[in-house]
T-cell receptor
Framework: DTGVSQDPRHKITKRGQNVTFRCDPI?????LYWYRQTLGQGPEFLTYFQNEAQLEKSRLLSDRFSAERPKGSFSTLEIQRTEQGDSAMYLC??????WGGGGKDTQYFGPGTRLTVL | AQSVTQPDIHITVSEGASLELRCNYSYGATPYLFWYVQSPGQGLQLLLKYFSGDTLVQGIKGFEAEFKRSQSSFNLRKPSVHWSDAAEYFCAVGPNAGGTSYGKLTFGQGTILTVHP
């Protein structure tokens, strides 16, 4: 299977602990996106990378959140000092962004990481 | 700022009945439009997308959607629903201009579809 993969699928942690999630995009996809989805809501954009460059961050992404994509392949999302409000599904998506194609970008999503903060 | 409204939080249909899920968007121009489906505890699967051209778009699993500029709508339809279609459906819009904003999707709240046998 060459789809987007995320690890772990589930994470339970105690308030105040740090957690890190990993996303492996579809091979050779140049863009990688992170979204957060809370219960009963649609996904909300957090941040995205074009290769290894982080191009945009949502104001939802407080200074406790950091994301990296060091070699333009996989990405990690770290949450420091977790709070109960961080409990959500964290979704990763990737795309092959067509430069010069008018931004006709199609994102493919991974299965998500479900975070529960106790 | 772009926004998406899915007016129906929950829809129930009988297996074999037709289906229409509504989606309205707010955007300064014609956006890029998507429908995704999500099964419980899973990620999102792309059903179909609209970038330009023919306003009736065919997708996977027998779904189609029609873009109506005058109504700022992109409703999803299926002529005959199967029990396996029970899931949550999300409409999303993406900007068709704006440099680094390309690709940043805004999702609706979702519509949960229940299928009765």
């Amino acid at each position: 299977d060459t789809g987007v993969s995320q690890d772990p699928r589930h994470k339970i942690t105690k308030r105040g602990q740090n957690v890190t999630f990993r996303c492996d995009p579809i091979s050779e996809h140049n863009r990688l996106y992170w979204y957060r989805q809370t219960l009963g809501q649609g996904p909300e954009f957090l941040t995205y990378f074009q290769n290894e460059a982080q191009l945009e961050k949502s104001r939802l992404l407080s200074d406790r959140f950091s994301a990296e994509r060091p070699k333009g392949s996989f990405s990690t999302l770290e949450i420091q000092r977790t709070e109960q409000g961080d409990s959500a599904m964290y979704l990763c998506a990737s795309s092959s962004f067509p430069w010069g194609g008018g931004g006709k970008d199609t994102q493919y999503f991974g299965p998500g990481t479900r975070l529960t903060v106790l | 700022a772009q926004s998406v409204t899915q007016p129906d939080i929950h829809i129930t249909v009988s297996e074999g009945a037709s289906l229409e899920l509504r989606c309205n968007y707010s955007y300064g121009a014609t956006p890029y439009l998507f429908w995704y489906v999500q099964s419980p505890g899973q990620g999102l699967q792309l059903l179909l997308k609209y970038f330009s051209g023919d306003t009736l778009v065919q997708g996977i699993k027998g779904f189609e959607a029609e873009f109506k500029r005058s109504q700022s709508s992109f409703n999803l339809r299926k002529p005959s629903v199967h029990w396996s279609d029970a899931a949550e459906y999300f409409c999303a819009v993406g900007p068709n201009a704006g440099g680094t904003s390309y690709g940043k999707l805004t999702f609706g709240q979702g519509t949960i579809l229940t299928v009765h046998p």
